[in-house]
T-cell receptor, first 111, second 115 residues
């Protein structure tokens, strides 16, 4: 039962351009959404989050957008840097911190 | 502040053998999680502890997996006996006492290969 889906397994962008990573969910009870970033041989690192009462949250180069009616969220990275190359996981929680993760999108930022 | 520690980092065993993983959460974090991440998939929660009590173990295969968190700090996850499909990265995470909104911080994981 895949409640959180990241349909793009990979994304490649040029340095300086915008990276847009997408995530869809099916459980309408999810009320807290997070993005994690993972480098090889390391655990996921928290990047940014958003609660369902907001539709946008910004932190430096990273912005997360939430569209509740479409059950869709996206992560925008502007401008993209080579150090942003990693696997990005979308996660969602229904208030009990039982997070469900997507399968991840591998972002490659080319110099 | 030290992060979540896990050991070993890598483990190779044969099927039907037993294996144990250890996790030391961030100091002061009351909630501890074990996740299984199979290659190409996102992490899947196996068990969640609040202090030394189990909050959720609904996705833990209890016929072969067990976990404990004695004294509410360190935790061990055991697989006995292991199967080929248990090959995965086992991630430990911790968060502070409020489980509703708090961020989970992950350790580096233990990569298990079952031959």
């Amino acid at each position: 039962d895949q409640q959180v889906k990241q349909n793009s397994p990979s994304l490649s962008v040029q340095e300086g351009r915008i990276s847009i990573l997408n995530c869809d969910y099916t459980n309408s009870m999810f009320d807290y959404f997070l993005w994690y970033k993972k480098y090889p041989a390391e655990g996921p690192t928290f990047l940014i989050s958003i609660s369902s009462i907001k539709d946008k949250n910004e932190d430096g180069r990273f912005t997360v957008f939430l569209n509740k009616s479409a059950k869709h969220l996206s992560l925008h990275i502007v401008p993209s840097q080579p150090g942003d190359s990693a696997v990005y996981f979308c996660a969602a929680s229904a208030g009990n911190n039982d997070m469900r993760f997507g399968a991840g999108t591998r972002l490659t930022v080319k110099p | 502040e030290a992060g979540v520690a896990q050991s070993p980092r890598y483990k190779i065993i044969e099927k039907r053998q037993s294996v144990a993983f250890w996790c030391n959460p961030i100091s002061g974090h009351a909630t501890l999680y074990w996740y299984q991440q199979i290659l190409g998939q996102g992490p899947k929660l196996l068990i969640q502890f609040q202090n030394n009590g189990v909050v959720d173990d609904s996705q833990l295969p209890k016929d072969r997996f067990s976990a404990e968190r004695l004294k509410g700090v360190d935790s061990t996850l055991k697989i006995q006996p292991a199967k080929l499909e248990d090959s995965a990265v086992y991630l430990c995470a911790s968060s502070s006492s409020d489980p509703t909104w708090d961020t989970q911080y992950f350790g580096p994981g233990t990569r298990l290969t079952v031959l």
